[in-house]
């Protein structure tokens, strides 16, 4: 077998669930794949398989007490959350989940989660009735927001006798999973890539302005997921309420289009890419009052617009061999419209938002999105969350990007 995971830390945390006889065997294939595995099982967890057996394969002893048992000694879940280079759980129960999304850290394993700095992936199995519950589904959204990859339960025959969706992926499956993480890791590495996100608002005196309801949602998933596979990033945001969770992508905040595109220009000297997220206010009022305008004293108004900068059509005159990618959302002929933007603006490659479907558009925590390149290529993705659909969005960037290698 090769040694695809040498080196690589991984926290492999188990919780109390009939499919806790099969992480022996995800223990298994991981160490023979070169990885250095800690084990922190649950409580409940060593009900079903024993620390003997699972210290034997891993070859260290198995966290799961905050304190151990002979000497007192307390077990650092942040030197474990820190070690880690990714935590799997597998098998997470619906109890385990619903403690991951509200942070109930009564146990190790899920300290050990609350401390981790790595990415995290889950592999839940339960009944299909508590699967499909909506306390489940919610706590798996939560989850699925704060950045956690779902490795989503197979159908079959359940530990009840029951058909339906449930059972924990294989461990070949998750082991493929893991991979596919490590080797994302640096497929962006040495690449600099510019994201703008968010609104832009357009002053009209110190306290009104023109803007829109754009989240920078979508900006900041793309940002999270280009710096998650090494790529160094720099976010040119307008207003939004978001916090990065990464403190690796540099964020630059502006406020109204004609800053955005000066930030924007100034980034994209030196990147390889830029992915144009921003929903960018087209007109802007001609003049801005310093002093509030008064309702008394003005009586009825027309705001005189003019039009902004495109920041889109600027970088693209000068991009060279950069690549860049741009976002549309249409209300009609949107196929059309998308194509007739990537050629305008010169864009390598442009991203449909449907507005017909429910799940996709402006604060919107799912995207359901059609991309289409510059050289015909065309794919239809279903609806998913941002974080997913920005992974999805990078895998064509970096597909498009080796295709003539
Ligand atoms: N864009 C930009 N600067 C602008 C307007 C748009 O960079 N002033 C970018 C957006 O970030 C997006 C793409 O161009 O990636 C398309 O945006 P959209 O608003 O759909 O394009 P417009 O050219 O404004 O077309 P429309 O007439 O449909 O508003």
Redesign the pocket.
Known sequence: MSQTLKGKHIVLGISGGIAAYKSAYLLRLLIKAGAEVQVVITPNGKEFITPATLSALSGKPVVSEFFAANTGEWHSHVDLGLWSDLMVVAPATASTIGKMASGVADNMLITTYLSAKSHVMVAPAMDLDMWSHPSTQRNIATLAKDGVEIIEPSSGELASHLVGKGRMEEPEEILRRVEKFFRRSDSLKGKKILV?AGPTYEDIDPVRFIGNSSSGKMGFAIAEEAAARGAEVVVVAGPVALQLKDSAVRRVDVRS?RQMLEASQAAFEDCDAAI?????A?YAPETCSDTKIKREKTGDMTLRLVR?????ATLGAMKGERMLV?????TDHEHE?ALD?MRR?NLDMIVLNSLRNPLAGFNKDTNQVTILRSDGLETEYPAKSKRQVASDILDEIEKYSKRND
């Open positions: 703008t289009a144009l997220t921003a929903a960018v087209d902004n900068p495109d920041i889109a741009g976002f549309a959302l249409e419209n933007k603006k």
